[in-house]
């Protein structure tokens, strides 16, 4: 059972990845280095991503009991439930509407905002708090050298990025959505590559 469990993280972070990827290059009138990742699940293909939230979340979830009945911890496993926990919201709660997505979107931002929209807001911090959060408890907990240096850049590597997607998200700059992709990618790497080193 830890074994498919393990899998099971293997496969929500990947597949997460792969989704967003493709339905992002494919997908008309989205900008992948621009639009974030979110913005996928609106529009007339919105459940496609909706759905990657709902699925990979619940995967990661699956893979965080995983972590717990490999290593013998509890802080690590978690901490990487919650953030697939947080995937998971961020399918229930889309965000609203804006910076030209949909097509016909005013560029900007609107004046104000849904309860979803801020729901959204919430759940995509315990993404981005939880990765970095849990690549340093890995660091400090895991008992192979070689994933506990693993994990210490990757903890670095996930706090600089996701700095950076907060300041070019607040800035409205053209490159956000690159830079909110290197975040994931490095996060769920590490996690489904952790993943799969245990089982």
Not at 37 to 54: H, I, K, M, W
Request: glycine content about 16%.
């Amino acid at each position: 059972m830890v074994t498919l469990l393990l899998w099971a993280g293997v496969v929500g972070g990947g597949l997460f990845v792969v989704v967003f990827a493709v339905d992002g290059a494919t997908r008309p009138g989205y900008r992948w280095r621009y639009h974030p990742v979110s913005a996928l699940a609106l529009g007339p293909r919105g459940r496609v991503q909706t759905t990657n939230f709902l699925v990979s979340g619940g995967l990661v979830t699956a893979g965080a009991a995983g972590l717990h009945g490999a290593t013998g911890r509890w802080f690590l496993p978690i901490v990487v439930g919650v953030v697939g926990v947080g995937l998971v919201l961020s399918g229930v709660f889309p965000m609203d509407p804006m910076r030209g997505y949909p097509p016909g979107t005013a560029d900007g931002d609107p004046a104000t905002f849904s309860r979803a929209h801020a729901w959204h807001d919430h759940a995509g911090a315990v993404v981005f708090g939880g990765l970095p959060i849990a690549a340093a408890s890995a660091a400090f907990r895991l008992d192979t050298p070689v994933w506990q240096v693993a994990s210490a850049v990757v903890a670095v590597a996930l706090a600089v990025l996701a700095g950076m997607f907060g300041t070019a998200w607040e800035q409205d700059r053209p490159r956000t959505g690159l830079v909110q992709r290197a975040y994931l990618v490095v996060g769920c790497g590490w996690l489904g590559a952790l993943c799969w080193s245990l089982t």
